[in-house]
């Protein structure tokens, strides 16, 4: 077994044993990880374990499988990221300002699987072959889209969009020069008097930071009820209902879609 296998199995084990929710308890988890590293650094030298050559990059690889998404987690902290996405365990890219590119992560067909069962526990979905297809949101607000075979001919399939709000209003748009001055007080007056407005684009095109913008030129007096897939909208407003659909569940029933939503 190899020292991070050592060291993952050990801290793995304490946070069994003094009930620590790796997803909650972030401070008290790095803190442990630190701490076996340490200890594990000092019995190494002893001669008695395989050593660890980088100890720093240990303690962060073991802190992101415990309490992260493991190796995509230093995608998901990269702020130059935009987009993450799984073609097959050897070939997962990337996305900066709108530019793929092939990492060197490389995961095994496990390791997908694990991580995409971690992604959905927050959520209560899932994905299995009665239901091949899963929208999820993680925790920090990224979009999660996972399809399995036999829709895919032979590996799961996995995108994770992150959340990247440039902009929470019209008039920042217009700073960000992505809408001229006159468009935007044509939409704030559009909104104003509840015309209907539709958004299209393709992926990544802002949609969402969009409709987020439009969202905060509603009257602070009017009613606001969302209708999602998966929630992602940030409504600034005192009175906002936001609802979002729902998978069937094991025995097929209890499916809520987008149209029934809107009804």
């Given at each position: 077994?190899?020292?991070?296998?050592?060291?993952?199995?050990?801290?793995?084990?304490?946070?069994?044993?003094?009930?620590?929710?790796?997803?909650?308890?972030?401070?008290?988890?790095?803190?442990?990880?630190?701490?076996?590293?340490?200890?594990?650094?000092?019995?190494?030298?002893?001669?008695?374990?395989?050593?660890?050559?980088?100890?720093?990059?240990?303690?962060?690889?073991?802190?992101?499988?415990?309490?992260?998404?493991?190796?995509?987690?230093?995608?998901?902290?990269?702020?130059?990221?935009?987009?993450?996405?799984?073609?097959?365990?050897?070939?997962?890219?990337?996305?900066?300002?709108?530019?793929?590119?092939?990492?060197?992560?490389?995961?095994?067909?496990?390791?997908?699987?694990?991580?995409?069962?971690?992604?959905?526990?927050?959520?209560?979905?899932?994905?299995?072959?009665?239901?091949?297809?899963?929208?999820?949101?993680?925790?920090?607000?990224?979009?999660?889209?996972?399809?399995?075979?036999?829709?895919?001919?032979?590996?799961?399939?996995?995108?994770?969009?992150?959340?990247?709000?440039?902009?929470?209003?019209?008039?920042?748009?217009?700073?960000?020069?992505?809408?001229?001055?006159?468009?935007?007080?044509?939409?704030?007056?559009?909104?104003?008097?509840?015309?209907?407005?539709?958004?299209?684009?393709?992926?990544?095109?802002?949609?969402?930071?969009?409709?987020?913008?439009l969202t905060a030129a509603i009257p602070a007096r009017e009613r606001v009820v969302t209708c999602e897939e998966v929630f992602e909208l940030?409504?600034?407003?005192?009175?906002?209902?936001?609802?979002?659909?729902?998978?069937?569940?094991?025995?097929?029933?209890?499916?809520?879609?987008?149209?029934?939503?809107?009804?």
């Amino acid at each position: 077994m190899e020292a991070l296998d050592v060291v993952e199995d050990e801290v793995r084990e304490l946070v069994r044993r003094r009930g620590l929710d790796p997803a909650s308890d972030l401070v008290a988890v790095r803190r442990l990880v630190d701490e076996v590293v340490a200890e594990y650094d000092e019995r190494a030298l002893a001669g008695s374990l395989p050593p660890l050559f980088d100890p720093r990059g240990a303690a962060r690889a073991v802190y992101d499988s415990v309490a992260g998404f493991g190796p995509l987690q230093r995608h998901l902290d990269d702020p130059s990221v935009e987009e993450i996405w799984i073609n097959e365990p050897g070939r997962v890219f990337v996305a900066r300002r709108g530019r793929s590119e092939l990492t060197n992560t490389i995961l095994s067909e496990g390791q997908v699987r694990d991580l995409v069962e971690r992604m959905l526990k927050s959520s209560g979905r899932r994905v299995d072959l009665s239901t091949p297809f899963v929208d999820a949101m993680l925790p920090d607000g990224s979009r999660l889209h996972v399809v399995i075979p036999d829709i895919t001919r032979r590996h799961w399939s996995v995108n994770i969009r992150k959340f990247v709000l440039t902009a929470a209003s019209l008039d920042e748009l217009v700073g960000l020069g992505t809408i001229t001055v006159q468009a935007a007080r044509f939409l704030e007056a559009s909104v104003a008097a509840g015309l209907n407005i539709i958004v299209a684009g393709g992926t990544q095109a802002g949609k969402t930071t969009l409709l987020n913008c439009l969202t905060a030129a509603i009257p602070a007096r009017e009613r606001v009820v969302t209708c999602e897939e998966v929630f992602e909208l940030k409504v600034p407003l005192p009175d906002v209902v936001s609802m979002q659909t729902r998978q069937p569940n094991h025995e097929g029933t209890g499916e809520v879609r987008l149209r029934r939503l809107v009804k």
